[in-house]
Antibody, heavy 118, light 107 residues
Framework: QVQLVESGGGVVQPGRSLRVSCAAS????????IHWVRQAPGKGLEWVAL????????HYADSVKGRFTISRDNSKSTVYLQMNSLRPEDTAVYFC???????????WGQGTPVTVSS | DIQMTQSPSSLSASIGDRVTITCRAS??????LNWYQQKPGKGPKLLIY???SLQSGVPSRFSGSGSGTDFMLTISSLQREDFATYYC?????????FGQGTNLEIK
């Protein structure tokens, strides 16, 4: 069965960096784009970033552009989100999700929490 | 960027009720509109994709309609497990924005 498992979240000081990971299984990883979506405490969903199936193209929300980098290693079926210059407003649960050709997100992980605080 | 506006933001209903949630896009989105259900502490679950297609395994009491800028999610007969938060999302263009959510509560 399709599984996405996020890891790497934690507490980090403002201005520091953190990398979260999304390990996939149960499908042909190299055929799908992968998204990151975040949810601040008590708030709604915010799309963060997308990486195409082969890593050839990436897209970012304006709120993270220039600070976050999405990448993937198809040999490890894993997507990464490198988060630099973190701000308190980046505090959220970070979910990864599989993208379909039509643009829907058909499978999601359980999320990994990131807290940016001094 | 395409802004997505859901209404209502919260809704109280009873078991067996028919409920409708609406979603309006600030720009044309074709049928690139998806609906998700989220329960506390869990990742969202895809219910409807491409405005009206039912995701595999989702009960047929869920249905979606609309195109262009106006969309609806309908639950024909509420069951206890349907009480959750619902989000629309456009996949027409990046950034792939979500509505603010509709919290569906038991009356």
């Amino acid at each position: 069965q399709v599984q996405l498992v996020e890891s790497g979240g934690g507490v980090v000081q403002p201005g520091r960096s953190l990398r979260v990971s999304c390990a996939a299984s149960g499908f042909t990883f190299g055929r799908y784009g992968i998204h990151w979506v975040r949810q601040a405490p008590g708030k709604g969903l915010e799309w963060v970033a997308l990486i195409w199936y082969d890593g050839s193209n990436t897209h970012y929300a304006d709120s993270v552009k220039g600070r976050f980098t999405i990448s993937r290693d198809n040999s490890k079926s894993t997507v990464y989100l490198q988060m630099n210059s973190l701000r308190p407003e980046d505090t959220a649960v970070y979910f990864c999700a599989r993208g379909t050709t039509g643009g829907a997100f058909d499978y999601w992980g359980q999320g990994t929490p990131v807290t940016v605080s001094s | 960027d395409i802004q997505m506006t859901q209404s209502p933001s919260s809704l109280s209903a009873s078991i067996g009720d028919r409920v409708t949630i609406t979603c309006r896009a600030s720009q044309y989105s074709g049928t690139h509109l998806n609906w998700y259900q989220q329960k506390p502490g869990k990742g969202p679950k895809l219910l409807i994709y491409a405005a009206s297609s039912l995701q595999s395994g989702v009960p047929s009491r869920f249905s979606g309609s609309g195109s262009g800028t106006d969309f609806m999610l309908t639950i024909s007969s509420l069951q206890r497990e349907d009480f959750a938060t619902y989000y629309c999302q456009q996949s027409y263009s990046s950034p792939y924005t979500f509505g603010q959510g509709t919290n569906l509560e038991i009356k």
